[in-house]
C-alpha cells in the first residue's frame, strides 16, 4: 500500500502541478482594448483603437505555419467577431484587419454608433481556442457635434521674455490663459495673430504692468495650423508660435 501510494504521488502531483499551471497560463492570455474607452465619444474620421496583450507573442508571420503562444491580432469594425475553430477568422474588406501591431487606425470612421473588436489568432489566421478577445462600442460625432474642448495655459513674462516659445490647443478650443507679469514696472499682454506680420488679430490681451497677474479667455481657431503670438509692447523680442492641432 505505500509503494503504491507513493508511486501514485510521484505520477500524479506533477500532473496535477502541470495542470494548474496550465489553467493560470491560460487564465493570463488576455487582450484588452485600452483606447478608446467603451462608450467614449470620439470625433469621426479616423478612429485609432490601442490594445494591450498578456502572455502572447506577437509576430509578423501572417499566412505562416502555427507555432506555440505567438501569432497576431484582428481588428474588427462593425461586424460579428468569426468564433470557428480551424477557420481563418477574417470578414468582409474594410471590416477586418490583420496586424501584429498593438494600434490600428480605421480610416474615414462615419458619425454615428460603431462596434470595434480585437481578437488573437494564430499565423494562419485561425483563432485562439478559447477564444481570446475583446470589444467596444463608441460614438463617432462630427465636428459640428462635439462639445468645445476648454484648455488652461500658464504663460510667464520675466526679464523681457516670455517662458515658453510654443503654446499649442485643439482647433476650436475654449483658451485661458493666465498670464504672469513678473518684471517690475514693466508692461507686458499676450496677443495672437495669423502669422508674424501681426496685420490680423486672433485675439489682444490687455496690458499690465508688473508685478501683476490676469486671466485671458478666448476661443482658438477652428482650423489646425501654425499661428503667431507676442507681446504687443515688445513685439520683436517676445514671441512665439501658437500651434492650433
Given at each position: 500500500?505505500?509503494?503504491?501510494?507513493?508511486?501514485?504521488?510521484?505520477?500524479?502531483?506533477?500532473?496535477?502541478?502541470?495542470?494548474?499551471?496550465?489553467?493560470?497560463?491560460?487564465?493570463?492570455?488576455?487582450?484588452?482594448?485600452?483606447?478608446?474607452?467603451?462608450?467614449?465619444?470620439?470625433?469621426?474620421?479616423?478612429?485609432?483603437?490601442?490594445?494591450?496583450?498578456?502572455?502572447?507573442?506577437?509576430?509578423?508571420?501572417?499566412?505562416?505555419?502555427?507555432?506555440?503562444?505567438?501569432?497576431?491580432?484582428?481588428?474588427?469594425?462593425?461586424?460579428?467577431?468569426?468564433?470557428?475553430?480551424?477557420?481563418?477568422?477574417?470578414?468582409?474588406?474594410?471590416?477586418?484587419?490583420?496586424?501584429?501591431?498593438?494600434?490600428?487606425?480605421?480610416?474615414?470612421?462615419?458619425?454615428?454608433?460603431?462596434?470595434?473588436?480585437?481578437?488573437?489568432?494564430?499565423?494562419?489566421?485561425?483563432?485562439?481556442?478559447?477564444?481570446?478577445?475583446?470589444?467596444?462600442?463608441?460614438?463617432?460625432?462630427?465636428d459640428a457635434m462635439k462639445d468645445p474642448q476648454s484648455v488652461s495655459v500658464g504663460l510667464v513674462a520675466?526679464?523681457?521674455?516670455?517662458?515658453?516659445?510654443?503654446?499649442?490647443?485643439?482647433?476650436?478650443?475654449?483658451?485661458?490663459?493666465?498670464?504672469?507679469?513678473?518684471?517690475?514696472?514693466?508692461?507686458?499682454?499676450?496677443?495672437?495673430?495669423?502669422?508674424?506680420?501681426?496685420?490680423?488679430?486672433?485675439?489682444?490681451?490687455?496690458?499690465?504692468?508688473?508685478?501683476?497677474?490676469?486671466?485671458?479667455?478666448?476661443?482658438?481657431?477652428?482650423?489646425?495650423?501654425?499661428?503667431?503670438?507676442?507681446?504687443?509692447?515688445?513685439?520683436?523680442?517676445?514671441?512665439?508660435?501658437?500651434?492650433?492641432?
Amino acid at each position: 500500500m505505500i509503494l503504491r501510494n507513493t508511486y501514485l504521488a510521484r505520477v500524479l502531483v506533477p500532473l496535477i502541478v502541470l495542470s494548474i499551471f496550465a489553467l493560470q497560463a491560460s487564465a493570463a492570455l488576455q487582450i484588452n482594448i485600452v483606447d478608446p474607452k467603451e462608450g467614449a465619444q470620439v470625433p469621426a474620421g479616423n478612429v485609432t483603437i490601442n490594445v494591450s496583450v498578456d502572455d502572447f507573442n506577437l509576430v509578423n508571420k501572417l499566412g505562416s505555419a502555427n507555432a506555440d503562444n505567438e501569432g497576431h491580432i484582428h481588428y474588427y469594425m462593425d461586424v460579428a467577431v468569426p468564433k470557428t475553430p480551424d477557420k481563418p477568422a477574417v470578414t468582409a474588406s474594410g471590416t477586418f484587419a490583420p496586424t501584429a501591431n498593438t494600434s490600428f487606425t480605421w480610416k474615414d470612421v462615419a458619425p454615428g454608433s460603431h462596434n470595434f473588436t480585437v481578437q488573437l489568432v494564430h499565423n494562419d489566421h485561425t483563432p485562439l481556442i478559447p477564444l481570446v478577445y475583446s470589444e467596444i462600442n463608441i460614438t463617432a460625432v462630427a465636428d459640428a457635434m462635439k462639445d468645445p474642448q476648454s484648455v488652461s495655459v500658464g504663460l510667464v513674462a520675466k526679464n523681457i521674455a516670455f517662458n515658453t516659445s510654443t503654446i499649442t490647443v485643439p482647433a476650436g478650443a475654449d483658451v485661458t490663459v493666465n498670464f504672469d507679469n513678473e518684471d517690475v514696472n514693466v508692461p507686458h499682454n499676450f496677443a495672437v495673430y495669423t502669422d508674424s506680420s501681426a496685420s490680423t488679430a486672433i485675439f489682444n490681451g490687455n496690458i499690465i504692468t508688473g508685478p501683476n497677474k490676469t486671466m485671458y479667455t478666448f476661443v482658438a481657431p477652428s482650423t489646425p495650423g501654425t499661428y503667431f503670438f507676442r507681446c504687443d509692447v515688445h513685439p520683436t523680442i517676445m514671441t512665439g508660435q501658437f500651434i492650433v492641432t
